[in-house]
């Protein structure tokens, strides 16, 4: 009996030979694909990652002009500093969950950089921002950076731990970013109702929305879903404002156009009514000294004045006609 098991066995494994090495190289192939595909995942999250950096720094520098204009002025007039102490505090949120997480040193680099942005240009602002307004840029910062961002630093350090640190940091996170992304639908309202793109800088806006597709694609090739959310939002408002800016973008080149035309024709009818009244103010002149003229030849009287002491004094009084 043992003998015939034991050619049947080698029977079976001899016929099931073939069918392992099959297997086994199908697996070894479904493995090294598997490898390949993770590589180039890895590639490709890479590359998202170097590409959001810099179009995110791009975003960074882009109010340079408008301190430009605050240095040559020496006032800041009437910006504000909400943006960047907003962006400040963005920058240190998403520093503090990069640093709970894993693989995502891109993250804590641009943030980093940003930072140290918004932080020169706030001291910027404060230096040339008259005392009312730089008590109230004082407060916010205050308010924000040093109360809000201490409470969540203490709050998931004390009452969370491990993983769930990351989770709540996470959902912070994304809804302060979601905040920050639904911001613009102000400038979006009045770009509809003015019919007019001078508030809203087309560059940025591109700037904006390749940041949020390069962000999404980050962080969903990551499978981080606090990062890849937000920027749905943000690139779905970045879309909006370019339709609207090349629906609305020759209105103002045509509203220029009518006012420079109505100011010429408006400078050219005060100087014709100027030139009139001119004209017409030396009519009634001529009219006048005319008038006075033949009243003089009309009736003239003349005085003589006191003789001397030794002529009797007398008036002749003489009128000619």
């Not at 998403?94 to 940003?114: C, E, H, P, Q, R």
Request: aromatic content about 14%.
């Amino acid at each position: 009996m043992d003998d015939k098991y034991s050619t049947w066995m080698l029977c079976w494994s001899q016929q099931s030979q073939p069918f392992l090495t099959i297997y086994r190289k199908k697996r070894f192939g479904y493995n090294q694909l598997r490898k390949m595909t993770e590589i180039k995942m890895a590639h490709l999250t890479l590359a998202f990652g170097l590409l959001g950096n810099i179009v995110s720094f791009m975003v960074f520098l882009a109010p340079i002009p408008t301190f430009y204009k605050i240095y040559k002025k020496k006032s800041t007039e009437g910006f504000q500093s909400a943006p960047y102490v907003v962006g400040l505090f963005s920058a240190m949120l998403w520093i503090y969950y990069a640093f709970l997480k894993t693989n995502v040193m891109l993250l804590i680099t641009i943030n980093s950089v940003g930072c140290i942005i918004e932080t020169l240009y706030i001291c910027f602002f404060l230096f040339y921002a008259p005392k009312k307004v730089r008590m109230e840029s004082l407060k916010l910062i205050i308010l924000l950076v040093i109360v809000g961002f201490g409470l969540i630093v203490v709050s998931t350090q004390f009452l969370a731990t491990g993983v769930n640190r990351g989770v709540i940091v996470g959902w912070i996170c994304l809804v302060f970013s979601l905040c920050v992304f639904v911001a613009p639908l102000g400038v979006l309202r009045q770009v509809i109702k003015t019919k007019s793109v001078e508030y809203m800088p087309i560059l940025l806006s591109v700037a904006l929305t390749l940041s949020a597709v390069m962000w999404f694609f980050y962080g969903l090739l990551l499978g981080d879903f606090n990062i890849a959310i937000p920027n749905v939002l943000g690139f779905t408002f970045g879309i909006i404002q370019m339709i609207l800016y090349f629906a609305y973008k020759n209105n103002k080149l045509i509203t220029n156009e009518k006012v420079f035309e109505f100011e010429e024709k408006h400078h050219q009818v005060s100087e014709m009514e100027e030139q009139k009244i001119t004209k017409d103010h030396k009519t009634i002149d001529v009219a006048k000294l005319s008038g006075l003229k033949c009243c003089d030849h009309a009736g003239q009287v003349a005085v003589e004045p006191h003789a001397p002491p030794s002529v009797p004094n007398h008036v002749n009084i003489e009128v000619v006609v």
